[in-house]
């Protein structure tokens, strides 16, 4: 007898937000970042859901993306990331 199962939250959204994802996986790569289709959908929907939402329209902004993508998928690397950027606002700056 054929067996049904379910699929996780990360693989439903895979089949509806595929161009999302892949946007998301091509800016994390452009940033020197290996990061899974499903971690994507997974860090994406927990960021969505902050709002209320099941999945929010991805932003025009790439490096704005990138930045609400790493507040949930490694603090650590966002620390470190975020301390990097103000550094260059500020040298931009003087």
Known sequence: MPRLT????AEYQE????????RMRQ???RKGFEVT??????AWGNYSRKFGAG????????EEIFLDLLEQLDEEVEEELVEEQV???AVKED
């Open 37 to 42: 289709r499903e971690d994507i959908a997974e």
């Open 6 to 9: 379910l699929k996780s939250w």
């Open 27 to 29: 800016i994390c790569h």
């Open 15 to 22: 089949d509806y937000y595929s161009e999302d994802i892949t």
């Open 55 to 62: 999945w929010l329209t991805l932003p025009e902004d790439d």
């Open 87 to 89: 550094l260059a606002i």
